[in-house]
């Protein structure tokens, strides 16, 4: 995307201009910026935001996009993991994007980059795990507080769910026999977490019981009890 500039002599400067009667897109950023609190040299998190005015490049006129073609990977998929997933029961649409790895509980769909968009095939399937915890939270199946409560990034709210979800992934990555491939990767992005939550060990417990309940749902050990409850009624 363009930066939208009150100097057009930019976009003239790189051979062409915003064509008439484009209007621009709002693009925000933010992040939490962690600063040392002089009186008690306690680390204080403070929000930065920022949003810019942007074309797409379709808005223009003489430019040419610069971006390189994404490198692709030729994979088999991994057996184990692939039925995993298609073992899971009520299972949500999958859909794949570039880029684009997240679960919508609105639409109740995961959407993740192909296995070709990976260097690792174990790296597609830990995403892809990752997804699929956070979908188990939907209100149809463990409805988990930490996912339908609606929470922003950052908040301890999000964070617990993110938890639950690397260590759900963690679980099935082990059951798919490709741990030793993505444990690095898991144990780093659950410690990131654990620094919003201030290292509170209790938060790792309590995550790893909703976690487990995840991958076993996932996996069909809820169903596979419901059945048992029910012969025994």
Not at 14 to 43: P, Y
Not at 44 to 53: D, F, T, V
Not at 149 to 161: L, Q, R
Request: proline residues 3%; charged residues 25%.
């Amino acid at each position: 995307m363009l930066l939208e500039c009150p100097y057009l002599s930019l976009f003239q400067e790189a051979g062409g201009k915003v064509k008439k009667g484009a209007k621009s897109h709002l693009v925000v950023f933010w992040k939490l910026l962690e600063k040392e609190n002089e009186e008690n040299s306690e680390l204080e998190k403070i929000p930065l935001l920022r949003y810019y005015r942007v074309f797409e490049l379709s808005q223009t006129e003489g430019l040419e996009s610069k971006r390189k073609d994404a490198e692709t990977f030729d994979h088999d998929p991994i057996e184990a993991a692939e039925k995993i997933i298609e073992g899971y029961p009520s299972r949500p649409q999958i859909t794949f994007a570039s880029g684009q790895a997240y679960y919508s509980p609105l639409k109740d769909s995961i959407s993740v980059p192909a296995l070709k968009d990976y260097q690792k095939p174990e790296e597609y399937y830990s995403t892809l795990f990752h997804e699929a915890i956070h979908s188990t939270g939907h209100k149809t199946r463990l409805n988990r507080a930490t996912l339908t409560n609606m929470a922003a990034f950052g908040s301890e709210t999000y964070s617990k769910e993110e938890l639950v979800a690397e260590i759900g992934a963690a679980m099935l990555c082990g059951k798919a026999g490709i741990e030793n491939k993505t444990l690095d990767n898991s144990a780093a992005y659950i410690q990131s977490w654990l620094r919003v939550l201030k290292q509170d060990s209790r938060m790792v417990v309590l995550a790893a019981g909703q976690a487990q309940k995840a991958a076993d749902y996932i996996l069909g050990y809820h169903e596979s009890e419901q059945e048992l409850l029910h012969e025994e009624n």
